[in-house]
């Protein structure tokens, strides 16, 4: 394996640690087996390296980035020395991540761009969907819910079938005709 360099950016602050020299364990997943989707990491507990729910981490090996998410439980029940994190890539982000009074007469890709920009995922291609959905109100559900309730609309009433996905550290949504 190459150069391994494991980043987290604060946040609130901006700034930007490198945790190469604190984790001491680390553990990539997926459901899929094609892409990681969830990123663990047991961290030493040092006073100055503070973390928040939603910073953002990349890992990357020689250079090229394996891993991008955010950060999404902080678990201190450990040895009191080593604090473990998880860290969930951004689509699985999404579909953890519940927003509350969220009003939407747009198109689906108006409304992915919006979600995106809300929960500060950084976005790629973004086909356009064209389809007005319907006015709708989303109180409690998850981004993917929504997302999911928008492109199945689009489907039915316009024909166009949509995936969002995750590719070189940014969400994408696709028209997959």
């Not at 927003?99 to 761009?113: D, G, T």
């Not at 590719?167 to 696709?174: D, T, Y």
Request: net charge negative; with cysteine.
């Amino acid at each position: 394996m190459g150069r391994v360099d494991i980043v987290v950016q604060n946040s609130s602050t901006g700034r930007i640690e490198s945790l190469n020299h604190i984790c001491t364990n680390v553990k990539v997943s997926s459901t899929l087996g094609a892409t990681a989707a969830s990123l663990t990491l047991d961290i030493l507990n040092v006073p100055n390296v503070k973390f928040r729910l939603g910073d953002e981490i990349l890992l990357s090996i020689d250079s090229v980035t394996f891993f991008a998410g955010r950060l999404f439980t902080i678990d201190n029940s450990g040895q009191h020395d080593i604090r473990s994190f998880t860290f969930y890539d951004y689509t699985r982000y999404l579909a953890n991540s519940v927003l509350f009074n969220m009003a939407y007469p747009e198109k689906l890709s108006e409304v992915f761009k919006t979600i995106c920009a809300e929960m500060k995922i950084p976005v790629g291609r973004v086909d356009d969907s064209l389809y007005l959905c319907a006015a709708a109100t989303f109180d409690n559900h998850t981004c993917c819910d929504i997302l999911t309730k928008l492109a199945d609309e689009t489907l039915a009433n316009a024909n166009r079938q949509f995936i969002w996905r995750q590719r070189a550290g940014k969400m994408e949504l696709v028209d997959i005709e």
